[in-house]
């Protein structure tokens, strides 16, 4: 379970590694000899790789650090999804221990030290784990509610426990705001469990736009996630916007008919706008988003009115399927800027400039996918994702 299950892939110190270059890195056969599983050219990327030979200019530091954030996040969601799924888990397989030439994805990287803290890994590698319980807006729906992304209004989360051994205890919440002040509380009852089951329920009846942290306790275990609240975006102050989706033309018309278009699945031949891209349309390229890759997310001033600059929790909702194909963008648009882009680190052996969010002429262009798990109605991650790119596309004020 620690191992392919949930690899993440980190971004590794390739500035360090150019600089002490270890045998294994060599080209030279006498001392690094190709095998059957050694074929990823890594002494290729150290010489030219940017993050190798520019590592100050290219932010390599920065993507490490953005890149270890986002592996505990992998690690962790994966495996509280495995345990609240399987009663009978009692361990895992280790694999993966340490990186190798062809991975980056070991608990300790490749001078031993270890990429996560016994405190970031004990919440979800303990005997007992604490972890969300997926809700349906209604039971003969597929789509799952969002846990952690909510409309302001009443908040409720279903938690769970999975205990190697028996536990007694009793459920207990907050719900704190980013000075730490305590906005909610609560409580359950004394029960015990054995394997995995239901222990309780948040519920937050008045919540406000906002950004939070959830801290949940059973007995011993403790864990805890961070919540987003968002206001429902009001559509109708868009007014100079409309839709245009090829593959639905039922599609709710949420905005006006006006000429800034919010497209889906196609360019359309004039005006600009914000377009939404996924796997299989024309400009796009199949490729993971969660596996095998570190993001850099550049220009701070767009991330600061598109709040999703490495909050791994509102991005997971709106997960994309693909990467925007940078030979399209250059030949549709020319230049353009890009403001979300993928770093394959698996194994460094694909191109580093896969581009997920750019500014292209009078179109912003992505494959964030704001309907990833449910209608943009049900979505508070989706609908914020387009209220927010519409607002920066074409401000209001």
Same mark, same amino acid.
């Given at each position: 379970?620690l191992?392919?299950?949930?690899?993440?892939?980190?971004?590794?110190?390739?500035?360090?590694l150019?600089?002490e270059?270890?045998f294994?890195?060599?080209?030279l056969?006498?001392?690094?000899?190709?095998?059957?599983?050694?074929g990823?050219?890594?002494?290729?990327?150290?010489d030219?790789?940017?993050?190798?030979?520019?590592?100050?200019?290219?932010g390599?530091?920065?993507?490490?650090?953005?890149?270890?954030?986002?592996?505990?996040f992998?690690?962790?969601?994966?495996?509280?999804a495995?345990?609240?799924?399987?009663?009978?888990?009692?361990?895992?397989?280790?694999s993966?221990l340490?990186?190798?030439?062809?991975?980056?994805?070991?608990?300790?990287d490749?001078?031993?030290t270890?990429?996560?803290?016994?405190?970031?890994?004990?919440p979800?590698?303990g005997?007992a784990?604490?972890?969300?319980?997926p809700?349906?807006?209604?039971?003969?729906?597929?789509?799952e509610?969002?846990p952690?992304?909510?409309?302001?209004?009443?908040?409720?989360?279903? &938690?769970?426990?999975?205990?190697?051994?028996?536990?007694?205890?009793?459920?207990w919440?907050?719900?704190?705001?980013?000075?730490g002040?305590?906005?909610?509380?609560?409580?359950?009852?004394?029960?015990?469990?054995?394997?995995?089951?239901?222990?309780?329920?948040?519920?937050?009846?008045q919540a406000?736009?906002?950004?939070y942290?959830?801290?949940?306790?059973?007995?011993?275990?403790?864990?805890?996630?961070?919540?987003?609240?968002?206001?429902?975006?009001?559509w109708?102050?868009?007014?100079e916007?409309?839709?245009?989706?090829p593959?639905d033309?039922?599609?709710p018309?949420?905005l006006?008919?006006?000429?800034?278009?919010?497209?889906f699945?196609?360019?359309?031949?004039?005006?600009?706008?914000?377009l939404?891209?996924?796997?299989?349309d024309?400009?796009?390229?199949?490729?993971?988003?969660?596996?095998?890759?570190?993001?850099?997310?550049r220009?701070?001033?767009?991330?600061?009115s598109?709040?999703?600059?490495?909050?791994?929790?509102r991005?997971?909702?709106?997960?994309?399927?693909a990467?925007?194909d940078?030979?399209?963008?250059?030949?549709t648009?020319?230049?353009?800027?890009?403001? &979300?882009?993928?770093?394959?680190?698996?194994?460094?052996?694909?191109?580093?400039?896969?581009?997920?969010?750019?500014?292209?002429?009078?179109?912003?262009v992505?494959t964030?996918?704001?309907?990833?798990?449910?209608s943009?109605?049900?979505?508070p991650a989706?609908?914020?994702?387009?209220?927010? &790119?519409?607002?920066?596309?074409?401000?209001s004020?």
């Open positions: 379970m191992g392919e299950y949930v690899a993440g892939h980190a971004h590794r110190d390739l500035a360090r150019g600089d270059l270890p294994w890195t060599s080209s056969p006498e001392l690094n000899a190709r095998g059957t599983r050694l990823t050219e890594l002494s290729h990327w150290l030219h790789s940017r993050f190798a030979n520019e590592p100050t200019k290219s390599h530091k920065a993507l490490m650090a953005s890149s270890r954030s986002k592996e505990a992998v690690r962790k969601s994966r495996v509280e495995a345990r609240a799924r399987a009663a009978w888990v009692r361990g895992y397989a280790l993966d340490r990186d190798t030439p062809v991975s980056s994805a070991g608990l300790f490749d001078w031993g270890p990429r996560l803290s016994p405190e970031e890994s004990a979800w590698n005997l784990c604490l972890f969300p319980i809700r349906r807006k209604l039971l003969h729906r597929v789509v509610i969002d952690f992304n909510h409309f302001e209004g009443v908040v409720r989360l279903s &938690l769970g426990l999975h205990t190697e051994t028996s536990q007694r205890g009793a459920l919440w907050r719900i704190v705001d980013e000075t002040r305590t906005v909610a509380r609560g409580a359950g009852q004394d029960r015990s469990v054995n394997g995995a089951g239901e222990i309780g329920t948040v519920t937050w009846s406000v736009a906002g950004s942290r959830l801290e949940v306790g059973f007995g011993a275990t403790e864990n805890a996630w961070d919540l987003w609240v968002v206001k429902r975006p009001a109708k102050e868009f007014e916007w409309r839709t245009e989706d593959k033309e039922d599609r018309p949420f006006g008919e006006g000429g800034h278009i919010v497209a699945h196609r360019l359309p031949e004039s005006a600009g706008g914000v939404f891209l996924e796997d299989g024309v400009g796009t390229t199949s490729s993971t988003f969660w596996e095998g890759s570190a993001l850099e997310f220009a701070d001033a767009f991330w600061q598109v709040p999703f600059g490495e909050r791994w929790q991005l997971l909702s709106v997960s994309p399927n990467e925007l940078a030979p399209w963008l250059q030949s648009f020319g230049e353009y800027q890009t403001f &979300l882009n993928r770093v394959d680190t698996s194994p460094y052996g694909l191109a580093q400039e896969c581009p997920i969010l750019v500014r292209a002429g009078n179109w912003i992505t964030l996918r704001p309907e990833a798990i449910g943009l109605g049900d979505s989706g609908s914020t994702l387009v209220a927010s &790119l519409m607002e920066s596309a074409y401000p004020g």
